[in-house]
């Protein structure tokens, strides 16, 4: 299977601002709340995965000063930000979303999972309202420690059924006991530190509040940009090998996960050649999206709920 990958932007898109009257409490022209602050109240902080070196205090890379207190690790453990939804009785379904992106992204997909399934969606280290230790104190954003960190994350969940990015693949090869489904959404993510992954790359135009939501962590500190940046410069040494690890571990005939590939057809980043016969070959079912684009739950949410509800439901 052909995986595209575009390196070429590793700078923060400075994003278009429409008339002089935005204020990152309200939005534009408001002193309401805006779709940050109200996503942020469904949720909850959670701690997970220990907080490794010496715990000395994070220093601005360029000029060597203390940062501020949002760029400083946890003092034990790390603080996720996670949004819950649905009976914890039901079956859980973990949504983990790709970078750059936010938990936010599965908004439209946790009310149409939560009717049947307990649904969680969490920020990863480094993005939304999540942790964002500087490299070096505490965190270096390598796959390696997303994998482990991912560990303690479902251990702290306890779920027992997923629903993962393919990021995470690596680290279910080693707990195919602990899943019972994988869904894969036009894998694997075009890594930029960049806003255009997410409102160019399909023909769904997202709204400017929206927008503001994804970009809000990259306006308010830096902490949020220096983690990015780490995360760029580490994926760019290390994905291209991880993209040819995932699909080795995706067709091994030892690969007991039921995994299921949604693809949306009108992706403007990643190339569809080969999607088809890779399933074919690996026995994992496609679904192909007509009207989405790469970024599948922000074109059609609702309909990916559905869709998620229904490959779960036939399996149970």
């Known amino acids: 299977m052909k995986m595209y990958l575009p390196f070429s932007d590793y700078l923060i898109d400075a994003p278009v601002s429409v008339g002089d009257g935005f204020s990152f409490s309200g939005g534009k022209y408001s002193d309401g709340s805006s779709p940050s602050d109200e996503w942020f109240k469904q949720g909850k902080m959670m701690k997970a995965h220990p907080v490794s070196g010496s715990g000395e205090k994070a220093k601005d890379p360029v000029f060597g000063l203390t940062m501020g207190a949002a760029s400083q690790a946890s003092a034990d453990v790390f ?114 530190a960049s806003d255009k992954a997410l409102t160019s790359s399909g023909p769904y135009k997202m709204k400017e509040d929206d927008a503001m939501v994804y970009r809000r962590p990259y306006l308010t500190s830096g902490s ?23 699909r080795t571990i995706l067709m091994d005939k030892s690969w007991k996960v039921q995994t299921t590939v949604c693809w949306g057809q009108r992706d403007r980043w990643l190339n569809y050649d080969g999607v088809e016969d890779f399933c074919k070959d690996s026995n994992h079912k496609l679904i192909e999206l007509p009207m989405a684009g790469h970024h599948v739950q922000e074109d ?13 439901s036939r399996r149970r």
Not at 232 to 242: C, F, G, H, Q, T
Not at 300 to 312: A, R, W
Request: glycine share 8%.
């Open 224 to 246: 949020a940009g220096f983690a990015l940046n780490a995360i760029s410069r580490v994926m760019k040494k290390e994905l291209k090998k991880y993209v040819e690890e995932t």
């Open 300 to 312: 059609c949410g609702e309909e990916l709920g559905q869709i998620i509800s229904g490959v779960f």
């Open 79 to 192: 603080r996720w930000f996670c949004v819950e939804s649905g009976s914890a009785d039901n079956h859980s379904v973990l949504l983990i979303h790709g970078f750059p992106s936010q938990a936010y992204s599965y908004r439209k997909v946790l009310p149409t999972l939560a009717k049947n399934y307990h649904a969680i969606a969490f920020d990863w280290l480094g993005f939304g309202f999540s942790d964002k230790p500087q490299p070096r104190y505490g965190f270096d954003y390598t796959l390696d420690e997303y994998v482990a960190s991912l560990e303690s994350v479902i251990n702290e969940i306890g779920s027992d059924k997923g629903y993962f990015s393919p990021v995470v693949v690596k680290y279910a090869s080693n707990h195919q006991e602990k899943l019972k489904d994988l869904v894969l959404l036009n894998p694997p993510d075009p890594l930029r």
